[in-house]
């Protein structure tokens, strides 16, 4: 099968594309004929050797696939054959990937595989942060930063569907646009001279939740814009250095700052209740409730510019590799 693989983390460069043996699902393993693969900032700072993780060598970047099942273990049952699926993979970049069967699901008949590819972790942490970890109440206000994002416009979604007034900042009027497409009724830009001022002008009062994928230079302007026990969901930093925050700030405002790990959540501590969140998210979107975007798809060859690409932050919605 062909794969994309390599012996170091030194740059993108050393990735290159192989040969490799068919892999054989384990008794609890599911194969997967890979028809599209997701590619998120986290899988360019593994493919990097930069995350606080490392891969084990020789590495196949790519964690999120969709296709459909080739063969299953001796053991797994409730999934057949011929079955259209996502699942958490480790090696996506190859035409089959083997995914124990508990982190496979089927997909709607109406989703697309480009669609499927970058669905589990940005709406899995969307909703997990808004529901779980904010408590998200319909009429409040939620704030999304980086709002054009995979996960910042699966926020600006669900946000809606949780019944949130939804302000959305965003770095070009073509992303702010974008997220007014997927629910958001207010945007905003990401300047930091004045924003405080202008989000009060464009909302007239504070904000509820912020949902913070970024924790750039915004990160303290948007925490001081809070209302009394408004909480501030930490998502990720892909704005680069950690920011910090003076302890006074949430005793001030009876504020919380809220850290969501859905890694944790899904793999290690409520792997049932992450199930159940994923299965209703995708009822969702087989019932027309729910219409994830696509972001660019770059073909199998170009595997580099696709792993570079979501590594700049320059993209919408999700970068997906088409494989098959």
């Known amino acids: ?87 958490q993979a480790r090696g996506g970049f190859a035409e089959y990937a083997v995914v124990p069967a508990v982190a496979v699901a089927r997909i709607p008949d109406v989703m697309r595989f480009e669609q499927a590819a970058g669905f589990r972790t940005n709406y899995l942490t969307a909703l997990h942060g808004l529901r779980d970890r904010a408590h998200l109440a319909p009429g409040e206000r939620l704030l999304v930063i980086g709002a054009a994002g995979g996960v910042g416009l699966a926020a600006v979604q669900i946000g809606r569907l949780l019944g949130a007034k939804v302000i959305a900042v965003a770095s070009t009027a073509e992303k702010r646009a974008l997220a007014a497409r997927h629910g958001a009724e207010i945007t905003l830009d990401r300047e930091v001279d004045g924003w405080r001022d202008r989000l009060k002008a464009a909302v007239g009062c504070g904000i509820d939740v912020v949902f913070d994928p970024v924790c750039g230079p915004l990160f303290q302007p948007a925490f001081r814009s809070l ?74 060859d170009e595997f580099r510019a696709a792993l570079a690409f979501a590594y700049s932050g320059e993209g919408v919605a999700k970068t997906v590799l088409a494989i098959d």
């Open 1 to 87: 099968m062909r794969a994309v693989q390599s012996d170091t983390l030194d740059s993108l460069d050393a990735y290159a594309a192989v040969e490799l043996p068919k892999p054989a699902p384990a008794a609890t393993e599911v194969r997967i004929k890979v028809a599209a693969c997701g590619i998120g900032f986290v899988d360019a700072l593994v493919a990097l050797g930069r995350y606080q993780v490392k891969p084990p060598l020789p590495h196949i970047p790519g964690s999120e696939v969709a296709g459909v099942v080739d063969a299953l273990g001796a053991s797994v049952s409730g999934l057949s054959v011929g079955d259209r699926v996502i699942g």
């Open 227 to 300: 209302n009394w026990g408004g909480r501030h969901l930490v998502i990720g930093f892909a704005g680069g250095a950690i920011p910090a925050l003076p302890a006074n700030l949430p005793l001030m405002k009876g504020a919380a700052l809220v850290g969501v790990d859905v890694r944790q959540f899904a793999q290690v501590f409520e792997a049932d209740k992450a199930q159940a969140q994923l299965d209703e998210l995708l009822g969702w979107v087989g019932q027309g409730k729910l219409e994830p975007p696509v972001g660019r798809v770059f073909p199998f």
